[in-house]
């Protein structure tokens, strides 16, 4: 282990690994030991995703079907990030509504997001609102129980020249928990949003009638493999893409507050 | 009239070990008044308890004729470790007491203005705390409790995380504030020399149960030997009265700090 991390070494490892898997890969499927349905190789999924970027499969191009996996998840996401991270603050703040809330939230989150399947298509159908309350349920632990932690330790210090200054409780809200708290909400934003896509797409395999995981469903049906791989290889390409901008986002607001 | 009057105060934490027994003691209105004590002896505690973060276990704490029962603004802190608010600019920590009092926007830029002017640090307005070093931060705090203008000032150990020559600066700069706009003032220190050049009276603690062991009068020997002719801080402290005074005090803590030793 070196401390100082050379960022093309870093480089040059990730691209071994990536080479060594697409290999290891095209060897084993070009190899004639498998039958082509059984693992397809990374050339004719390739080939599949090009064709399905243009031509439709189970309703729609696999843009069309992303777009309504994104549509859900962002509808999902951001109700999770309004309702967790005001009511994570309130509970860091308030003892009384912590008291309330925690041991009702702490059973609740133990329930897998899946397992909210029958009761979501039940309440709210399988075209929108049920996968929005699939990766809500997924969504909302990490961003209520992150901006909570970082409500309860925020420094004393800083609560105290607050109320020193005559801060309102609301105020020292907005003013202090808030801002103090920010990098564990931006934590807690990013695994909720890694949970909630993963949750979503699942929730698609059963609800849905759009959306990248509706047409793996429909790919496995028509023993499409190709197809069922280019959505794998989506929802994964999508989830990183999700965890870079906020990793970006994470990364300036560290640099405003100067590592304090 | 803002004094702050400790009345029979006592205090113990949880598990019940005493950490105050019987305070008494007054500050008068616009009265500077230093407590020093051996480490450990409470006397933060003692601050504490005037500004309403912590309270007492018997007895009472009065500012003006009220016991304190909060926090509040006419009761500024001035913290050790500053405790700035990290996400806010010079500006916008200075500003932030104001803004809770409703203070107008125009009137808000004027006295914020001003308090910068006061401490020095023009040209800083806009910086982050973490880009001040630890004297110029302490400035900021300090503005941050004068632009309230608050009837009485805690000061915990101001200038006990700032270097020697900081510390000194500091020093001088406090006096010509307390000189030139006179506040209730209760100082914390463990630094006889600093409570000697900043205050009044210095009240000497013992150690743990703290109890006030002497109450030692500065200002009037100030007055009589003309302290404040000397502007430098290293002329006063040359002066046999300031020297006396110092000793007296040293010795009194020394006894304190040779039995915690036992």
């Given at each position: ?12 490892l990730?691209?071994?690994g990536?080479?060594g898997?697409f290999?290891l ?13 059984f ?9 599949r995703?090009?064709?399905l ?14 777009w309504?996996s ?7 996401y ?35 997001p ?10 709210f ?12 349920s ?14 309860k330790?925020v420094?004393?210090r800083?609560?105290?020249a ?11 809200i ?13 934590a807690g ?13 699942g929730?698609e395999?059963?609800v849905?009638?759009t959306?990248?995981g ?10 499409s493999?190709?197809?069922v791989?280019v ?9 990183v ?5 906020l990793?970006?986002?994470e990364?300036r607001?560290?640099r405003r507050?100067g590592?304090? | ?5 400790f ?12 950490t105050l027994q ?11 008044v230093?407590i020093?004590g ?10 504490r ?41 010079v500006t ?13 926007r ?14 020095g ?5 806009n ?21 309230l203008?608050p009837q009485?000032l805690?000061?915990?150990e ?12 500091m020093?001088?700069e ?8 006179p ?6 220190t ?7 050049y900043?205050a ?9 149960p ?16 003309r ?7 290293e ?8 020297v ?9 803590l ?6 915690a030793?036992?």
């Amino acid at each position: 282990m070196t401390d100082v991390m050379d960022p093309a070494r870093r480089l040059l490892l990730g691209a071994c690994g990536l080479i060594g898997f697409f290999g290891l890969w095209a060897a084993i499927s070009g190899s004639g030991l498998v039958a082509p349905t059984f693992l397809p190789g990374p050339l004719d999924v390739a080939r599949r995703l090009v064709f399905l970027l243009t031509e439709s499969f189970a309703g729609g191009t696999l843009l069309v079907h992303l777009w309504s996996s994104l549509q859900r998840f962002a509808a999902g996401y951001l109700l999770a990030a309004a309702v967790g991270v005001p009511l994570g603050l309130l509970m860091g703040r308030f003892r009384t509504l912590d008291d309330i809330v925690s041991p009702l939230f702490d059973g609740l989150r133990f329930i897998a997001p899946i397992a909210w399947v029958p009761f979501a298509a039940l309440w709210f159908g399988t075209g929108f609102g049920g996968p929005v309350l699939i990766i809500f349920s997924g969504a909302f632990p990490p961003c209520l129980l992150n901006a909570y932690r970082g409500a309860k330790h925020v420094d004393p210090r800083y609560l105290e020249a607050a109320e020193m200054l005559g801060t309102p409780s609301g105020r020292i809200i907005t003013e202090v928990l808030l801002p103090a708290s920010v990098p564990s909400i931006i934590a807690g934003l990013r695994i909720g949003a890694g949970l909630g896509w993963q949750s979503l797409v699942g929730a698609e395999l059963i609800v849905a009638s759009t959306g990248v995981g509706y047409l793996m469903v429909q790919a496995q049906s028509a023993v499409s493999t190709t197809t069922v791989m280019v959505g794998m290889a989506a929802i994964g390409f999508i989830g990183v893409l999700i965890d870079v901008a906020l990793r970006t986002i994470e990364a300036r607001i560290h640099r405003r507050l100067g590592g304090a | 009239m803002s004094s702050i009057r400790f009345d029979a105060v006592g205090k113990s934490f949880g598990g019940g070990v005493l950490t105050l027994q019987d305070i008494n003691l007054d500050v008068a209105d616009k009265e500077f008044v230093a407590i020093v004590g051996p480490s450990g002896c409470g006397k933060t505690t003692c601050l504490r308890m005037a500004a309403g973060f912590d309270f007492p276990t018997s007895g009472r704490v009065l500012v003006g004729n009220s016991e304190v029962t909060k926090p509040g603004p006419d009761r500024a802190v001035v913290f050790q470790q500053f405790a700035l608010f990290p996400w806010k600019t010079v500006t916008e920590n200075i500003e932030l007491g104001l803004r809770n009092k409703s203070v107008a926007r125009d009137e808000r830029k004027a006295r914020v203005a001003d308090a910068v002017a006061m401490i020095g640090l023009g040209g800083y307005e806009n910086s982050y705390p973490h880009q001040l070093s630890g004297g110029m931060q302490q400035r900021v705090a300090i503005a941050r409790a004068y632009v309230l203008d608050p009837q009485v000032l805690l000061m915990d150990e101001p200038f006990g995380a700032l270097d020697a020559q900081t510390r000194v600066v500091m020093q001088e700069e406090l006096v010509r504030l307390a000189r030139l706009n006179p506040r209730t003032v209760l100082f914390i220190t463990h630094g006889v020399e600093e409570a000697v050049y900043l205050a009044d009276r210095v009240a000497i603690m013992t150690r743990r149960p703290g109890r006030i062991k002497e109450i030692v009068d500065v200002k009037s020997v100030r007055i009589a030997e003309r302290w404040d002719s000397h502007s430098r801080i290293e002329d006063v402290m040359d002066l046999e009265s300031f020297v006396h005074l110092r000793t007296h005090i040293w010795k009194s803590l020394r006894e304190e700090k040779a039995g915690a030793d036992h």
